[in-house]
């Protein structure tokens, strides 16, 4: 069943209504995205939750002159581009398949019904939500206060799993140093 995983890693964060989860369960929406295809651009205002079944996908925006990786999800995150989605604003971040992709994905309009009529879906959901500021002040923290090699390490510790997933490229725009520097912090291993 498709849904198991996602199940499973909703009863992980928060207790739900069986009535909850199936209504979340027939709302969902399966949708395969090739490598390269964009789940969101930039300019357009984000209508869905995520949640990955398999793959991996980068939320990303372009400055002009190169990308800022905020951040990588793999199989079974949840997602979304928050601040379009609550916001209901155009988006300047970007969604796009690493890999062949596979979510399931939920319209906010569902979601925002789901939180009006059962308190343990305003749960889960706030739960989901307040998750992405916290890891984003993490990044900024990060961004800020530490060098290129000890971004590059704290990645390889927190997500030694994405290493040989994602391309070099990918990995020195998300510690946010060139490929070039990259390279020699790598040869210093």
């Known amino acids: 069943m498709y849904?198991?995983?996602?199940?499973?890693?909703?009863?992980k964060i928060s207790t739900s209504e069986q009535i909850v989860i199936d209504e979340l369960v027939?709302?969902?929406?399966?949708?395969?995205y090739r490598k390269g295809d964009f789940l969101l651009k930039s300019d357009e205002?984000?209508?869905?939750?995520?949640f990955l079944e398999k793959g991996l996908v980068k939320l990303f925006f372009d400055n002009g002159d190169k990308d800022f990786i905020m951040t990588?999800?793999?199989?079974?995150?949840?997602?979304?581009?928050l601040s379009g989605f609550l916001t209901g604003n155009p988006s300047k971040y970007m969604i796009v398949a690493l890999e062949p992709v596979e979510v399931l994905r939920i319209h906010k309009d569902v979601v925002e019904d789901l939180c009006k009529k059962h308190h343990s879906a305003e749960t889960l959901f706030s739960k989901l939500y307040s998750k992405a500021p916290v890891?984003?002040?993490?990044?900024?923290?990060?961004?800020?206060?530490?060098?290129?090699k000890k971004r590059y390490n704290n990645f390889l510790k927190q997500r030694p799993q994405l290493i040989q997933r994602i391309s070099l490229g990918d990995l020195a725009d998300?510690?946010?140093?060139?490929?070039?520097s990259l390279s020699r912090i790598r040869a210093q291993k």
């Open 3 to 11: 849904y198991t995983h996602f199940v499973q890693t909703i009863e």
């Open 26 to 32: 027939s709302n969902l929406e399966l949708k395969n």
């Open 45 to 50: 205002t984000c209508k869905y939750f995520y």
């Open 72 to 81: 990588f999800f793999a199989e079974n995150s949840f997602f979304t581009e």
């Open 135 to 148: 890891n984003m002040m993490g990044r900024i923290s990060e961004m800020l206060e530490d060098d290129g």
């Open 174 to 180: 998300y510690i946010g140093i060139t490929q070039v």
